[in-house]
């Protein structure tokens, strides 16, 4: 006789409706030197959703591949990931924000 016990499993069910995540909600890119960059990411997932767009405050730009950076990046409606660049060409502490929509859906992620 073969027996399995199974024990402490929580099973849940996917949301019927369209949902958008963004991790993480903030990103801090500390002390940057003038006339140097910084890359960091943002993951996008979804579900029941159409493509995503993102736009970005300067001097923060976007990219969807970590080449060609600009203030707006489209994802497939699957998700994946935001390249965040920080590139200050000025003194002083910089803050901006990244808009990121999927049909009536939206998230903000706040550039530190």
Do not use: K
Not at 20 to 34: K, M, R
Not at 60 to 89: H, K, M, W
């Amino acid at each position: 006789m073969f027996a399995i016990a199974l024990d402490d499993i929580t099973v849940y069910s996917s949301p019927e409706g369209p949902t958008l995540y963004v991790a993480p909600d903030e990103l801090n890119f500390g002390a940057i030197e003038l006339n140097t960059s910084s890359v960091l990411t943002v993951d996008v997932l979804t579900s029941n959703t159409t493509a995503i767009s993102a736009t970005v405050t300067a001097p923060f730009e976007i990219s969807d591949d970590n080449v060609t950076f600009s203030n707006f990046a489209e994802l497939p409606a699957s998700g994946g990931t935001l390249y965040v660049r920080y590139a200050p060409t000025a003194l002083g502490a910089h803050t901006g924000s990244i808009s990121i929509s999927s049909g009536t859906l939206s998230q903000t992620v706040t550039l530190n």
